[in-house]
């Protein structure tokens, strides 16, 4: 293939088929979708449940090297590699996470991969889709409603307004309504207190989604979601406000997975979308699950770089939900490993195996990390046209020496043809029973323990430190009986550490723990470590600047 132009003119251009012959290429009857459109359908849940008795396939996880402004490519890799397994014969889907809008016109872009390794329609992939954020976002913020009016209309429960831990949701990047005061202006509109917002994709709502293996699952965890205490520091839960039923009313289609197709007319679904960095990452357990039962091989992604998204999707995601992944693609550039050893990014031009050698640290410490979860890993490295031989050398031996293959795939510009060497080799990993796949630390292990864990042996810190009242606030949740729940860590995505600027694979550092939050609907610990935010702000030139509607009547500038 020849390359036509952006990313937004290759999708345009491809040919797609009617989501129907999707669906059929994908063994799902054309009355077992709810179609939205021609190019995009919902998967009815019936149907899917009617597939529990069917064999799992193989299920491959994408993850990739600590993320820099250079790039890394999960998504077009997770595309690019399930096109290339199609080609050799491998019936294969791809699970992806759907792209929120706050960094879609913020600092990141789009999430619907890249060149000719996409999947469409993109535009409408990178916006709106078919509305489960929105659902979200609604089914979030019915709770906060109730809350507040259940307090102006006597507060029956009790509820402390001081200790009201739900808060507001908005997929917006939008650093104003980090910390806000609301219910002002007057005895008519409730008792002022503050609260703050979210951006939706830290919902514990669609952590909840992402998570719930059916409709009846996903109404108890509603239930469940504690959203503040009695002044005796009894909890508050959402089935107390009678509101789970309604939730879940507004999450129905929401929960049917979203099947659409990439650029070589492959299924994919696409469905939930948590953030890596302050929520756990992963698309929907059941969305993941029927591709399992439809297809013979499974690639997903995980967000950021494996010490978040990884690490993540084997601790939470596959513990709850009982997966066991077969392989690994671990994904780095040339550009991203010259960053990582110290360049800046207007020094990525020219070649520089030194660079690249000093940040093949980087790469290292993420495939020790996943080796220490059972599962087998391959490197892919996905292929810029600058990139020399040389360069490509210096990190394929460095794997060697770490017992890893690194193959060079070229799926950006070539599509499925260009990951065919790719493809063949993590079929024989996925099928050679080599996995031998579990969690780093046990259900019984103290929160304290399985937060160090996650410090000391996935980031390699020295220690954790907390003060008093989140050493507490561990306590008391195991006294309440959540210790068993997994940790799901919200730290920088950029760094090992807590640093943003600290690249490579640093050591002797230290995980400051600033608070500590009980998501008791989707059962894990979310714990936020250094200054990460769950309400990003807008870079000072945001995408949003470039994105118009054309004379043509297009969508410009989204990619």
């Known amino acids: ?23 059929e290429k994908a063994g799902i009857p054309t009355d077992q979708i709810i179609a939205y459109g021609d190019d995009k359908a919902k998967v009815k849940l019936d149907y899917l449940e009617s597939l529990a008795d069917r064999p799992d396939g193989k299920l491959i996880l994408v993850t990739a090297i600590s993320p820099t402004p250079a790039g890394e490519g999960k998504t077009t890799t997770s595309v690019g590699l399930t096109d290339g397994m199609n080609a050799i014969g491998k019936k294969t889907m791809v699970c992806l996470r759907e792209p929120s809008l706050g960094p879609c016109f913020g600092m990141k872009g789009g999430a619907a991969g890249g060149g000719y390794a996409q999947v469409v329609p993109m535009e409408d992939i990178n916006l709106h889709f078919t509305g489960d954020f929105h659902a979200i976002g609604a089914a979030h913020n019915l709770l906060s409603a109730m809350i507040d009016n259940h307090i102006y209309w006597g507060n029956e429960l009790g509820i402390d307004e001081r200790r009201v831990s739900w808060r507001r949701v908005v997929d917006m990047n939008d650093r104003a309504l980090r910390d806000i005061v609301c219910n002002l202006g007057g005895v008519a509109n409730g008792f002022p207190r503050q609260t703050g917002y979210d951006i939706t994709v830290a919902s514990e709502i669609m952590a909840i989604l992402c998570l719930s293996d059916s409709m009846q699952d996903l109404e108890r965890r509603l239930g469940q979601i504690v959203v503040a205490q009695t002044r005796k520091r009894e909890p ?22 979203n099947l659409v197709q990439t650029l070589e007319n492959n299924p994919a679904f696409i469905h939930g979308g948590p953030f890596a960095n302050i929520a756990h990452g992963c698309n929907s357990v059941i969305s993941t699950r029927a591709a399992l039962k439809l297809a013979d091989y499974v690639v997903t992604e995980a967000g950021f770089g494996a010490d978040l998204g990884a690490e993540k999707f084997f601790n939470i995601k596959c513990r709850k939900a009982g997966l066991k992944p ?31 050698s000093n940040g093949l640290e980087n790469l290292g410490r993420h495939i020790q990390n996943i080796k220490k979860f059972g599962v ?39 599509g499925g043809k260009g990951t065919l060497e790719l493809a063949e080799a993590v079929a024989k990993v996925a099928d050679s029973g080599a996995s031998q796949f579990a969690p780093i630390y046990i259900d019984e292990c103290p929160l304290w323990d399985k937060i160090s864990t996650i410090a000391t042996q996935i980031y390699r810190a020295d220690e954790v430190v907390a003060d008093k ?6 306590r008391n949740f195991e006294v309440q009986g959540y210790g068993d729940l997994p940790i799901c860590m919200a730290k920088t995505q950029y760094s090992f550490s807590t640093d943003p600027n600290l690249r490579g694979a640093p050591t002797n550092h230290v995980v400051p723990i600033r608070e500590v939050r009980l998501s008791a609907g989707a059962e894990f610990i979310v714990v936020i470590c250094g200054n990460i935010m769950t309400m990003p702000g807008l870079p000072r030139h945001p995408a949003a600047e470039a994105i ?3 004379d043509d009547g297009l969508v410009e500038g989204l990619f």
């Open 469 to 474: 009242a989140v050493r507490d606030a561990l």
């Open 326 to 356: 077969d392989a690994t693609v671990l994904v780095a550039t040339i550009k991203a490993l010259k960053m990582n050893g110290g360049l800046a990014k207007d020094e990525l031009g020219s070649e520089n195996v030194e660079a690249v």
């Open 1 to 23: 293939m020849t390359k036509i132009g952006s990313d937004i003119e290759i999708a345009r251009n491809a040919k797609t088929r009617p989501i129907s012959e999707i669906a």
């Open 548 to 550: 118009g509607i054309g």
């Open 376 to 414: 087998p890993v391959l490197v892919a490295i996905n292929h810029y046209t600058g990139d020399t031989d040389a360069e490509v050398k210096a990190v394929q031996d460095y794997c060697r020496s770490w017992g890893v293959e690194a193959y060079v795939a070229r799926h950006w510009a070539e």
């Open 236 to 257: 508050i839960m959402a089935r107390d406000l009678h509101v789970s039923g309604a939730q879940t009313v507004l999450l129905k289609d929401a929960m049917m997975p």
